[in-house]
């Protein structure tokens, strides 16, 4: 089983909402990435995480607060958002080395995405 | 720095003609790895392959290959018979050895529209 599911699928919110973006992966991949995908731009990396710990916060604005409750499941909350902010955001799961958590060398599988619109 | 081209911005091809998109990468590791995604109008990135930098053999999976020439540092893939099923956007991708380093760096990508 290669997937990594996303939810909701679509997400339309006001700038003083707050709302999370959900994501799961059963693959037994212990490193998770949160990526944010513009318009016909390649993705670009978010956050990183490997065994439930953060180890890459790419300067993201602090609105948006990655959460990882367990080795499955990687959560993204949303607060005060721009209508900037308004992109795919993708998922994405790996293997991770065992000792050292590093994910060099390995493929990302990827989620379908939320196409989130801030308003 | 790690950097990847896809020079080819956008291209269009006939039903059953084969195509051939480009991949020209930069890094100063001797241990890499590369990738080649396809992203369809769905959004998911679907994985194709992955190479590491000391496996040059070419790959083939049916009427996919990929051709791997460090020598040019060059990782391009080829659709043979091409099909309305493959119209999307391919990305290249670079990873290098360490951890510290960005995990996938992507090229902005190829669109690919076959055309029925």
């Known amino acids: 089983d290669t997937e990594v599911t996303q939810t909701p699928k679509h997400l339309v919110m006001g700038m003083t909402n707050k709302k999370s973006l959900k994501c799961e992966q059963h693959?037994?991949?212990?490193?998770m990435y949160w990526y944010k995908q513009k318009a016909k731009k390649p993705p670009e990396l978010m956050f990183v995480?490997?065994?439930?710990?953060?180890?890459i916060n790419e300067s993201v604005p602090s609105r948006f607060s990655p959460e990882c409750p367990n080795s499955s499941l990687l959560n993204l909350h949303l607060h005060a958002l721009q209508p900037e902010d308004s992109a795919l955001y993708l998922c994405?799961?790996?293997?991770?080395?065992?000792?050292?958590?590093?994910?060099?060398?390995?493929?990302?599988?990827f989620g379908p995405g939320t196409r989130l619109t801030v308003t | 720095a790690q950097k990847v081209t896809q020079a080819q911005t956008e291209i269009s091809v006939v039903e059953k003609e084969d195509v051939t998109l480009d991949c020209v990468y930069e890094?100063?590791?001797?241990?890499?790895?590369l990738f080649w995604y396809k992203q369809p109008p769905s959004g998911e990135l679907v994985f194709l392959i992955r190479?590491?930098?000391?496996?040059?053999q070419n790959e083939i999976s049916g009427r996919y290959s990929w051709n791997f020439q460090k020598s040019t540092s060059s990782f391009n893939f080829t659709i043979t018979a091409s099909q309305v099923v493959d119209s999307a956007v391919y990305f290249c991708?670079?990873?290098?050895?360490?951890?510290?380093?960005?995990?996938?760096?992507f090229g902005k990508g190829t669109r690919l529209s076959v055309i029925a």
């Open positions: 995480y490997s065994y439930e710990k953060l180890s």
């Open positions: 693959m037994g991949h212990r490193a």
């Open positions: 890094t100063r590791d001797t241990t890499y790895y």
């Open positions: 994405a799961s790996s293997q991770a080395a065992g000792t050292s958590g590093s994910w060099e060398g390995y493929e990302q599988y």
């Open positions: 190479r590491n930098s000391f496996d040059e």
């Open positions: 991708a670079l990873s290098e050895s360490y951890s510290g380093n960005t995990p996938l760096v």
